[in-house]
T-cell receptor, first 116, second 110 residues
Framework: GAVVSQHPSWVICKSGTSVKIECRSL??????MFWYRQFPKQSLMLMAT?????????EQGVEKDKFLINHASLTLSTLTVTSAHPEDSSFYIC????????????FGQGTRLTVV | QKEVEQDPGPLSVPEGAIVSLNCTYS??????FMWYRQYSRKGPELLMY????GNKEDGRFTAQVDKSSKYISLFIRDSQPSDSATYLC??????????FGAGTRLFVKA
């Protein structure tokens, strides 16, 4: 299957700082990427849809000023958690859609964020 | 009512058993159906991808879609301890926004 690389795989940051997470599609162009959040033993919660060259679409209840998404190229989307707080600690996962195939989504390996 | 319903389990089976995982959904516009496997603290891995109704087989895995009943299944034959993971069903309509089930935790005991 296609490869989606997410970096970093884990990060610890201090409360009040910002953290950037990168999501790259390595062998296909992804005009659409998705960002999810996952709490322990729970399913994926869609946070936002990232579209190359345009503003992201956020799900209800997700603060767009806190979770900044940039999709500047066909292979890279970034999620920046601004002014992080301990309640932002979670597992963040991106997926990229292979629009050249049948539209299946491939996931990155996830980023475990811990805010102390 | 959630768009996609999936029993979270856990489901515990002995090695070699046939495992049946299921999801129901309410949105008749869904056309594409996927099953993902997720190991602890890892991103989901695409296992099966099916368009519309019918069966699809890949090795020990068989995916079934019954659009008339709004019901999808994943069967795992000759289950192995390495199959122990959380299995997520997922589906979408024409757009690329994918809706996931809650995930079923599967334990295969040696």
């Amino acid at each position: 299957g296609a490869v989606v690389s997410q970096h970093p795989s884990w990060v610890i940051c201090k409360s009040g700082t910002s953290v950037k997470i990168e999501c790259r599609s390595l062998d296909f162009q992804a005009t659409t990427m998705f960002w999810y959040r996952q709490f322990p033993k729970q399913s994926l919660m869609l946070m936002a849809t990232s579209n190359e060259g345009s503003k992201a679409t956020y799900e209800q209840g997700v603060e767009k000023d806190k979770f900044l998404i940039n999709h500047a190229s066909l292979t890279l989307s970034t999620l920046t958690v601004t002014s992080a707080h301990p309640e932002d600690s979670s597992f963040y996962i991106c997926s990229a859609v292979n629009v050249e195939g049948v539209g299946e989504a491939f996931f990155g390996q996830g980023t475990r964020l811990t805010v102390v | 009512q959630k768009e996609v319903e999936q029993d979270p389990g856990p489901l515990s089976v002995p090695e070699g058993a046939i495992v049946s995982l299921n999801c129901t959904y309410s949105n008749s516009a869904f056309q594409y159906f996927m099953w993902y496997r997720q190991y602890s603290r890892k991103g989901p891995e695409l296992l099966m991808y099916t368009y519309s109704s019918g069966n699809k087989e890949d090795g020990r895995f068989t995916a079934q879609v019954d659009k008339s009943s709004k019901y999808i299944s994943l069967f795992i034959r000759d289950s192995q301890p390495s199959d122990s993971a959380t299995y997520l069903c997922a589906m979408r309509s024409r757009g690329f926004k994918t809706i996931f089930g809650a995930g079923t935790r599967l334990f295969v005991k040696a």
